[in-house]
């Protein structure tokens, strides 16, 4: 079993940024991929980002140019840096990760509200 912890959401007015944290339990070194996903009141899950073993990015189209993934495998945690934020971008942030094994874990998630 994984456990992964989100951090760094909170309140934060509109332009403003916000960095969230994923600490991992155990060595993300042989995961698939690790990400954030989000889901506001009434919406549907959606991808935010997501980083793969080699390195490769993949963002949802809302946050593009504004949002940035990384990973620091020695403290297996992935992080987001979201910049210019926007009354639309709260909700509560998932951490999601996937194991070359197909086993997949979830975060309990961290709320990011952003004030207009």
């Known amino acids: 079993q994984v456990q992964l912890v989100e951090s760094g959401g909170g309140l934060v007015q509109a332009g403003g940024s916000l960095r969230l944290s994923c600490a991992a339990s155990?060595?993300?070194?042989?995961?698939?991929?690790m990400g954030w996903y989000r889901q506001a009141p009434g919406k549907q899950r959606e991808l935010v980002a997501t980083?793969?073993?080699?390195?490769?990015?993949n963002y949802g189209d809302s946050v593009k140019g504004r949002f940035t993934i990384s990973r620091d495998n020695a403290k297996n945690t992935v992080y987001l840096q979201m910049n210019s934020l926007k009354p639309e971008d709260t909700a509560v942030y998932y951490c999601?990760?996937?194991?070359?094994?197909?086993?997949?874990?979830w975060g309990k998630g961290t709320l990011v509200t952003v004030s207009s």
């Open positions: 155990r060595s993300i070194f042989s995961m698939n991929s």
């Open positions: 980083i793969t073993t080699g390195g490769g990015t």
């Open positions: 999601k990760l996937v194991y070359n094994s197909g086993i997949l874990y």
